[in-house]
């Protein structure tokens, strides 16, 4: 049984749902307390207990403590299984967030699997389905896995009501593969999500976006959603390289203008931009678990403490150590597996 402690580094509930996925793939049993000791509201939330509960379906294991609120639990993972699944987180929260708990693991099962959620697929909290579709989706394809995921249709926070699918082929042994540069650039694009609020609304943010950017038309999209899906307001601006896509997101608010939802989102792309790295810190946390499984490395624009975090929970269930240096002033993170030869 695998002790693990809920309020170590940064404290949040990638911690759990991280252990929820080495565990299932593993077949390593975990214990953790204080779960998300360091947020406002500890414990686990609706898409926490979606994510157990998701995880225990997959593999048909076991748990003590999985309710709203909990902050020990007690997962015991049996064999990891393909087939059919569908999830309702029954609120806002992340799907995404919920499909990168169970998705890894589905890459070991027997059979392939369809998974449909219902819940937030754009939340201020978690990636939007883009970030899955666009930056995450393709890195692991080069390391072998077919996954693909479908956006049925928009749930925004706080009301959600969103529908995700996602399907998964079996795949053994995940390839190693390097990331040390982004590559030659491609596109470069802003997209202004609106449902059931006024168009004008992301046209302003577009407008703040192209020039601080010093982008054409061409490049700044508006996407007018039906409005029964919100309401709702994302701007996304999605940055496509040769060997990385990074999507970049903020979401619009009431009292908050669109030329801060637009210095968000151009601030965190410009970081980026300048940093010469392949992938930006958020990229670099949801592919450290697939490069503890395949071996390989890359350079990120800033080491976190979530991704310090993460790295010890991986290191905690898998042989691997993982190492963070620079490499010509650019942040490097690299995976040594110890059960090598």
Known sequence: MIELDGAVGEGGGQILRGALTL????????RIRNIRANRAR??????HLVAVQAALQVSGGDASGAALGSQ??????????????????????????????????????????????????????????????????????EMGARIDIHLERFGFYPAGGGIVVARVEPCALLRPHTWMTRGAHRAAYAE???????????????ECV????????????????????GPGNALMLTLDYEYATEVFTAFGEKSVTSEQVARQVVQRARRYLMSR??????????????????????????????????AQVIETFLPVRFTFDQLDGVDRCTVIRNDVG
């Open 23 to 30: 565990a299932m793939i593993t077949g390593r049993p975990f």
């Open 42 to 47: 500890p414990g686990l939330m609706r898409q």
């Open 72 to 141: 020990d639990l007690t997962f015991v993972p049996g064999p990891v299984h393909g087939g059919d699944y569908e999830f309702a987180i029954g609120t806002a929260g992340s799907c995404a967030l919920v499909l990168q708990t169970v998705l890894p693991a589905l890459l070991k099962a027997d059979t392939p699997s369809t998974l449909r959620l219902a819940g937030g697929t754009h939340n201020p909290m978690a990636p939007p389905v883009q970030f899955l579709q666009r930056a995450w989706c393709p890195r692991l394809a």
């Open 192 to 206: 202004a999500f609106v449902a059931g609020i006024p168009g004008r609304v992301g046209q302003r943010e577009l």
């Open 210 to 229: 192209g020039r601080a950017m010093n982008w054409g038309e061409d490049q700044l999209l508006i996407r007018v959603l039906p409005a029964d899906q």
């Open 277 to 310: 790295a392949a992938f930006d810190e958020y990229l670099a946390d949801q592919m450290m678990l697939p490069l503890a499984l395949g071996g390989g490395c890359f350079t990120l624009d800033e080491v976190s403490m979530h991704a310090r975090t993460n």
